[in-house]
């Protein structure tokens, strides 16, 4: 096919480290969904992200993170629940120091507000076991301080 590129071939076994985190908002699901829920809207409350791009390839909803760094990161939609308030991805490429990354962000109802939490699996690459749990856990509590921000608007 003239024009197309091959995905990098990525582990679907499960990653041996993990990270949850998690943040509470007194805004609605809804609200926090609509914050949240658009695959390419990332860069909205993100802060660490400057742009994200979607592209559909070889059957598969891709999301191209720009960095504000400059550095990119390529991932795939794997699972998508709109009734369930969450979504699934994994990293294919890119600037981040891990491997075999699968991670879902979801919302939840928590008593009169809302319960967000990012969860995932994946390997070290590259670094120790500590740096890329760090990494990790810092992309997550800056993007939920984000989304709390954002929805509390």
Wanted: glycine content about 12%.
């Amino acid at each position: 096919m003239q024009g197309s590129t091959s995905l990098p071939q990525v582990s679907t076994s499960l990653g041996e480290l993990g990270v949850t985190k998690s943040a509470t908002t007194d805004a609605s699901p809804g609200k926090v969904w609509s914050a949240i829920g658009d695959f390419a809207g990332i860069a909205k409350w993100h802060p660490a992200i400057q742009s994200a791009t979607i592209e559909e390839r070889d059957g598969q909803t891709l999301r191209l993170l720009v960095l504000n760094d400059g550095a990119t990161v390529l991932e795939a939609l794997v699972d998508w629940d709109d009734a369930g308030r969450s979504y699934t991805y994994r990293i294919l490429d890119g600037a981040m120091p891990v491997d075999g990354y699968i991670s879902t962000l979801s919302v939840t109802a928590d008593g009169d507000g809302s319960r967000i939490e990012w969860t995932s699996t994946f390997d070290a690459k590259g670094v120790s076991r500590d740096e890329a749990t760090g990494v990790i856990s810092a992309v997550y509590e800056s993007g939920l301080a984000g989304i709390v921000d954002a929805v509390s608007a």
